[in-house]
Each structure stands twice: as C-alpha cells, then as structure tokens.
C-alpha cells in the first residue's frame, strides 16, 4: 500500500480536529435547544388519520442529527488530543463519514418532503388520469391544490399571498371541485338571487352566502391548524384543563358540509347555494377522511404555515450545512489517513522532543563515564587485603 503524498504533522491533525470540533458543538447546541424548544410540537404526526402516509416525524430526525452533530464534536476532540497519535485521522475519518450519513439521510427526507411530488408530500397534487383537475383530497396538501386550479378561463392560477385579513385571506378557500377563496365568493354576493353568480366556475346563490361565509371560516380556514386534523377529539372539552389538548379534529365535519351542501333532493340540506360534484371518496357514514395533516406538519404552505414553514426550512438547512461540513472534514480525515506521516517520533504528547531522549541510549553515555575507586576495608580482622571496588 503506498502513501498519497502528502505530508501529515501533527499540527495539521490538531488543526482539522479544532474546526471538527467547533462545527460540531455548535451543531449540536442548535439541535438540542431545537428539539426541548419545540419538543411538544414534535412527533405529532403519531396522530394520524384512518390512511396515514408513511412520514418519520421529527422525534427521530433531529436526534439523529443531533448524534451526527455529536461524532464531529468527538471526532474533533479526538483530533485534537490524539493529534500525535497515527491512527488519529483514521479515526477521525471513520467519525466523520458516520456523521457524514446521519446529516445527508436526514438532509435528502426533508427535501423530499418539503419539496416532492409523491403522496404524503408537500407538491403533491394527485394524479391527473385518476383525481383530474380537482386533485386528491385524501393526500394531497389543500394549499398545493388550490394553486394549482385556475379561477378563470385565462389559465391564471390561484395565487396564496396575505392571511390577514380573515376575509380577505388567500388562506381561507372552498375545499371541494373547483376551489376559490372566500373573498371571491363575497365579492360575487352582489348578483341576482335568481340566477347565481360564477365564482371559478361555480355557481353560488348570493341568498346563501352569509351561511357559506360561516363555514368556510369555521372550517376551512387553511391558516388554523385543527383543519388538517392536527388532534383528534379525545374528550367533550369540557374539564377544567382547558382545551390545549381538545383541538376539535376538522375533518370530522367534511361528510357534514357534503350533506349540507346537497340539494334537499338528493337528501341534503341545500345551505350553501353549492353543489358539491366530487364528494369524498367512501359509503354514507364511513367516508374517509384526508390524510393532511402533514401539510400544517411541514409548512407546506408559506403563507398559510408561515411559522411551521420556517423552522422546518431552518432544520432543513441547519442538516444540509451538517452534512456539507462533515462531508468536508471525511475528505480531509481520509487523505491525512492515507498520507505520509512527519514528525512523528512517537513521543510522549505532553512532554517536549528537546526535552526528553532515550532512556536506553542515556544510561549507556552514564556507564561510558563511570569511574573505578579503590576503597581499603575497614575491617580489620580480614585475613587478606582485599578492596572494594566503587564505581562513580
């Protein structure tokens, strides 16, 4: 096996071991306040709907970036102290290139998440030959769908840009067929009772659009979280605990609104002025409901989620800079492995070279300068006149 040429000092180990250990503790302070800042807001997704989406919350992704963030600290300590020690940057490699996979695992799932088109992901939108122009309501994001509809026959899309205010908000949208927000729906109020009034293709009655206006703020205002099913309803809400953890399950209330909106001869109630063509799929009773919660999960929407969409960005950055860094240090940890080695004499780290030789080759130089005395015996009853011989 030979050598890449390059020459390895101890110096040069120390030095990769500081920055190693730098980015790494400041990693791993970053994810450790993140995950006990937020730790009730993580690893929600545990509550899901009926047909949940396959999703690794963040209950695991950020402790295993943490453990990443840990192995560039240690590798760095390692380096560090070791840095006399030949098997150091080996080490350090082996480390690095563990942290390397934990940061670029969790670095590619977000991504994937944040920015896929696949079920259970925040671009999704349904497949065209199954769910057509009005998508998927079971799993796909209901934000990602309303952008991509048209309100007109231009072709121009739906266009999310301002929450507040409430009835005004881009946010607060029809869920079913052909989507269209609230204020369209208000503004177009000012038509005939008899004839409706188009609103992104769909006929409204202007009579009834104080009772469409309640629903839609109540339940499908995609700014507020309990829409997406963010928590089930376990109790009636009515102890002295307060309603923290009673956020009614919004999804709950979708067959309700179906029923409401069919004409009363098709057995609805006709409150809207709407008729809803493509309703949720599944029997009278048992519909099923969307799986979206991990839309609100992963601020799949910048307006609507604006705070979840932030700190899941932060994170997804936060991993991507991990996984850059340790990718950085893995490189440079193997090629000072593989390198040529100098000034290493194998000596004791906390004691100087000048200061310290061989303890064989120093006690040979002491026996070159021993000198022989004669020493006459003191006793003086020996018969003979035999003399000690001391050496000095």
């Known amino acids: 096996m030979y050598n890449i040429m390059v020459k390895v000092t101890p110096g040069s180990v120390s ?76 080490i350090m490699f082996f480390l690095c290139t563990l942290a390397t996979i934990f940061f670029a695992g969790t670095a590619i799932y977000r991504t994937s998440s944040l920015w896929g088109e696949g079920e259970g992901q925040c671009k999704y939108t349904g497949n065209p030959d199954i769910h057509g122009q009005v998508g ?27 929450k507040e205010p409430i009835l005004a908000s881009d946010c607060v949208f029809w869920f079913w067929d052909n989507t269209f927000t609230l204020e369209s729906a208000i503004l177009s109020s000012g038509g005939n009772s008899n004839g409706g009034q188009q609103v992104a293709g769909v006929t409204l009655d202007p009579a009834k659009i104080a009772t469409l206006k309640n629903e839609m703020l109540q339940n499908m205002d995609w700014a507020d979280k309990h829409n997406y099913g963010f928590f089930p309803v376990e109790s009636d809400c009515s102890n002295d605990l307060g309603a923290t953890d009673c956020i009614p399950d919004g999804r709950t209330v979708f067959e309700t609104i179906e029923v409401n909106a069919r004409s009363t001869n098709d057995g609805g109630a006709d409150k809207y002025g709407i008729t809803i063509v493509n309703e949720l799929p599944g029997p009278a009773g048992n519909k099923q409901l969307p799986d979206i919660t991990f839309c609100y999960y992963w601020g799949c929407n910048a ?89 000095f």
């Open 15 to 90: 030095k990769l071991g500081t920055a190693a250990g730098g980015i790494g503790i400041v990693l791993l302070t970053f994810h450790v306040v993140t995950y006990t800042q937020y730790v009730d807001d993580i690893g929600i997704l545990e509550k899901k709907g009926d047909d949940a989406t396959a999703d690794v919350p963040l209950g695991l992704l950020l402790p295993i970036e943490a453990l990443g963030s840990l192995l560039l600290f240690v590798a760095g300590m390692g380096g560090g102290l070791g840095a006399r020690n030949k098997v150091a940057p080996g």
């Open 136 to 162: 998927d309501y079971i799993r796909a994001c209901p934000a990602t769908r309303h952008e991509a509809q048209s309100p007109s026959p231009l072709g121009h899309h739906w266009n999310i840009t301002q």
């Open 303 to 391: 307006i609507c989620n604006e705070y979840r969409y932030r700190i899941n960005r932060l994170l997804h950055y936060a991993s991507g800079a991990g996984a850059f860094f340790a990718l950085i240090f893995t490189a440079v940890a193997g090629v000072f492995a593989a390198g040529t080695k100098s000034d290493y004499d194998g000596r004791d780290l906390l004691k100087s070279a000048a200061n310290k030789g061989d303890l064989e080759a120093q006690s040979t130089e002491r026996n070159k300068k021993w000198k022989p005395m004669n020493v006459d015996s003191s006793i003086s009853r020996r018969k003979d006149s035999k003399r000690r011989v001391l050496r």
